[in-house]
């Protein structure tokens, strides 16, 4: 595999790592569905946010670490609850475009599907430099 090549799936990689994140959207949640997530960002009354992690539901109370300290909050003072989940549509056009992306890529660097020969005048320039520069009709 040449060194272009190697650049090219590596940049593709990381930019599939990078994306990721965006492939994720916030969703409002109620009291019985927050425990199936990792974090939750609840909105109090004062309209004040706190992140959630590991948030469970105990009879009516939402439980979990804010900053580090676990804490309890009433259902009474949660106004409004948000988690992040993953959203299917998103990633999938993610993997459609750059798989697209990549294939694209791939062609044009092994030169349209054409080998070294099909391309006529260039390999005698590849081959001797010297002669193109001397005469460049060759």
């Given at each position: ?29 109620n009291?019985?569905?927050?425990g ?96 193109c ?6």
């Open positions: 595999m040449n060194n272009l090549m190697l650049r090219v799936i590596s940049a593709f990689v990381a930019v599939v790592i990078l994306s990721a994140a965006g492939c994720k959207t916030m969703r409002p949640a009291m019985t569905s927050v199936t997530a990792h974090r939750a960002w609840v909105t109090l009354p004062n309209q004040t946010v706190v992140e959630v992690s590991g948030p469970k539901v105990i009879n009516d109370t939402l439980v979990g670490y804010v900053g580090g300290e676990f804490k309890e909050i009433p259902a009474s003072e949660v106004k409004q609850i948000r988690v992040k989940e993953w959203n299917r549509g998103k990633t999938a056009a993610l993997g459609v475009l750059g798989l697209a992306a990549f294939g694209a890529t791939a062609y044009a660097i092994t030169a349209g599907g054409k080998s070294a020969k099909d391309q006529g005048d260039n390999v005698t320039c590849v081959e001797n430099p010297d002669r520069a001397t005469d460049p009709n060759q």
